[in-house]
């Protein structure tokens, strides 16, 4: 039996979907849902690019060929049922998953929530919704990526700031250091302004050994006095 409601005259023209011709993998363990899943998929514009019936399988089959998104049946046969193997699959790969599924179970939909499920869809699926679910869990996963990278170009471009980098002229007498607009600053000023540094002042043991010295000549009375 078809998991659709429409036939393929009622459905949306390929040109809808056709702007983003994914790459999209389908686990699903009844073979022919699967072929007809597949087919719906490459009328709608996407590419589909395999089938598995099993968690197992599609777990290693997903990681060679890299699809766009996953199309996951939750109830699978075999070791590991749709929610495990997206569980699985989120620890190795960042792809967008969406749950196919006959149950509207609020506790069902609850866990595949809790997979970071990029969508669910409800038996029987109408076609322009099946396209319409992989088209927002595309855009979103596309969206949190960028978000992501951005994140992580700006955290990079802070720690730079706060780095001191290249060549520093240094005065080999005073050790003040020139900036980039030829004005020279003490070592100190100078690093505290550019990292996230304070200075407290200490002696280290060389130092500390040739101020005690000093200071212990200071207190010797001269000869004859």
């Known amino acids: 039996m078809s998991p659709f409601s429409d036939s393929p005259a009622e459905v949306t023209t390929p040109e809808t979907f056709a702007r983003h011709p994914a790459r999209i993998f389908v686990v699903e363990d009844e073979a022919l849902i699967a072929m007809e899943l597949s087919d719906r998929l490459a009328h709608l514009g996407f590419t589909p ?8 399988d599609a777990i290693e089959t997903i990681k060679a060929e890299r699809p766009d998104l996953v199309l996951m049946d939750i109830n699978l046969a075999g070791t590991l049922n749709g929610l495990e193997t997206a569980e699985r699959l989120r620890d190795i790969i960042d792809l967008p998953v969406v749950f196919l599924t006959a149950y509207s179970d609020s506790n069902l939909i609850q866990r595949a929530l809790r997979t ?19 088209e927002f869990a595309l855009h979103r996963h596309a969206s949190q990526r960028q978000l992501r ?32 607009e030829e004005t020279w600053h003490g070592l100190e000023e100078f690093i505290a302004t550019r990292a996230e540094v304070s200075f407290t002042h200490s002696f280290c043991p060389e130092c500390f050994q040739a101020e005690m010295n000093s200071l212990q000549q200071e207190m010797v009375p001269p000869v004859g006095v």
Do not use: S
Not at 49 to 56: C, D, F, L, V
Not at 116 to 133: D, N, Q, S, T, V
Not at 150 to 177: D, F, M, S, Y
């Open 116 to 134: 970071e499920a990029y969508g669910y869809l409800i038996k029987p699926y109408r076609e322009r919704e099946m396209g319409l679910a992989i």
């Open 49 to 56: 690019i395999g089938q598995a019936a099993r968690g197992e």
């Open 149 to 180: 990278e951005l994140n992580e170009q700006l955290q990079h471009a802070l720690t730079e700031v706060k780095q001191l980098q290249g060549l520093l002229p240094i005065c080999g007498h005073c050790k003040k250091i020139r900036d980039e």
